[in-house]
């Protein structure tokens, strides 16, 4: 088990090991033994795996514990799901020392962040990730939120966990895809400042990965480890935290343009290849890290291309929050395990990519 500590507004611990599901009840009594009641937030693929143990764990401990499932998928991602979650607590009289539990994926913990950021101006939140991706990024951090039909994530709270218990037995019964969607967040730490994480990531394969349990956990932890140091240093994404949106600013118009049909990671993947072919073009990166960079990306079943053109690129990155004004920061990594944010105009972006 590996016990890695978040410095930020609210200091917490994020857990990383086997069979945690079923300790959940007492690890949360052990950080707020005076809550009463939880609400677990999950969604409708998660649910019928994991959502009876956690409860059944809560109860034991001695909580009074509620459900609210929503509708699995990026479409749920909205206000009125959120209204689900606070009408459930208000009904219930949750007050400030209850507590929500986000079981599932990134969407998920967005969403059940958001809501507990928001109830009776701030309530408690757990994160019990059960995907790859959520496990190595958006459990940890605090950026909850919800999409809006102009773009993604564009209304949310910084509001952190106050613990984050990661199952890693839950990623055995991930589907095949949706760990290699996870892959893409796992390889931008290592483009972006992570050299051992490379080298692991090169001398393994998804198949090993998947088949050894402790290199997994490492993995995993290596991840956990990066995100904790980058929110320690800049918790409001004003600087550092924004190089861990490296391939998403192009990523993200790939996934809006396929009305969300195309999954997160793998437009993560497709948006690093072409800030790859982007970088080596302008002569900031040399060629045999471009070609280890889309080897690696390849070697974990990823694509690193896709026919979005510049002109859409830049046009969709109008909604990015990174934006300030008229400019944008785009993350670049010039060497691999070195990232750097460049300030461009719309015009310099779009130079940058043609
Ligand atoms: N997922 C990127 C961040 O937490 O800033």
Known sequence: MIKTKVKASRNYTVITGRRLIGRTGKLIEEIRPFAKKILIVSESRVAPLYLARVKASCMKAGFE????????????????????????????????????????GGVCGDMAGFAASTFLRGIDFIQIPTSLLAMVD??????????????????????????????ISCLDTLPDEVFIEGMAEVIKYAFIMDIPLYKLLRENSITALRSDP????????????????????????????????YGHTVG?????????SLPHGVCVAKGMGIMINACEKNSTLSSEDAMN??????????????????????????????????????ILVNKIGHSQIKKMTHKEYLEFLR
């Not at 459990?139 to 999409?147: L, W």
């Not at 709270?157 to 984050?164: E, G, K, T």
């Not at 993200?252 to 969300?260: L, M, Q, R, T």
């Not at 990823?302 to 979005?308: A, F, S």
């Open 65 to 104: 514990v509620y459900a609210y499932v929503f509708e699995a998928g990026e479409r749920s991602k909205n206000i009125d799901t959120i209204a689900g979650m606070w009408s459930a607590m208000a009904q219930e009289g949750f007050t400030r020392t209850d507590l929500i539990v986000a079981l599932g």
């Open 252 to 260: 993200h118009v790939i996934e809006k343009n396929s009305n969300f």
């Open 293 to 330: 960079m889309k080897d690696l990306i390849r070697a974990y079943n990823l694509p690193v291309d896709d026919d979005i053109t510049p002109e859409q690129a830049v046009a969709g990155a109008m909604n990015d929050k990174k934006k300030r004004g008229s400019i944008l920061s785009v």
């Open 214 to 245: 402790a290199l997994l956990e490492k993995m995993v932890g290596m991840c956990v480890k990066d995100k904790a140091y980058v929110i320690q240093n800049d918790e409001h994404d004003n600087g550092l935290r924004q190089t861990l949106n």
């Open 138 to 167: 958006a459990s940890i951090g605090g950026k909850t939120g919800i999409d809006l039909p102009e773009g993604k994530n564009q209304v949310g709270a910084f509001w952190q966990p106050s613990l984050v218990i990661e199952d």
